[in-house]
């Protein structure tokens, strides 16, 4: 299984990006897949996450309301919307999906794939 993201960039506050992650290898029509982000010195957190079946998704508190994750079944992809860009969103973003939904999808090990990760820079 591959992930592979792309999209990011450098954008000013207040700006846009959409970020892109296509599997290959696999489908995940009944798993989960997921947005993390790493800022420089910091630990890995999760951004936010989709359910492939249903649908269902999941934010982080710090990004409700300016990201929306969304899939593409038939691609086979999944996207990041992040509009109102903030410095604080500068990081590597890495998607990650796993062929299960456990009930948790916060977590680092709920996913068992992951992507080479694409970098984020919003500047002030």
């Known amino acids: 299984v591959q992930l592979q993201a792309s999209g990011g960039g450098l954008v000013q506050a207040g700006g846009s990006l959409r970020l892109s992650c296509a599997a290959s290898?696999?489908?995940?029509?009944?798993?989960?897949m997921g947005w993390f982000r790493q800022a420089p010195g910091k630990e890995r957190e999760f951004v936010a996450a989709?359910?492939?079946?249903?649908?269902?998704?999941n934010y982080a508190d710090s990004v409700k309301g300016r990201f929306t994750i969304s899939r593409d079944n038939a691609k086979n992809t999944v996207y990041l919307q992040m509009n109102s860009l903030e410095p604080e969103d500068t990081a590597v973003y890495y998607c990650?999906?796993?062929?299960?939904?456990?009930?948790?999808?916060?977590?680092?090990?709920?996913?068992?794939?992951w992507g080479q990760g694409t970098q984020v820079t919003v500047s002030s």
């Open positions: 989709i359910r492939w079946s249903a649908g269902y998704s």
């Open positions: 290898g696999r489908t995940f029509s009944s798993g989960l």
């Open positions: 990650a999906a796993d062929a299960y939904y456990s009930g948790s999808y916060r977590r680092l090990n709920d996913y068992s794939f």
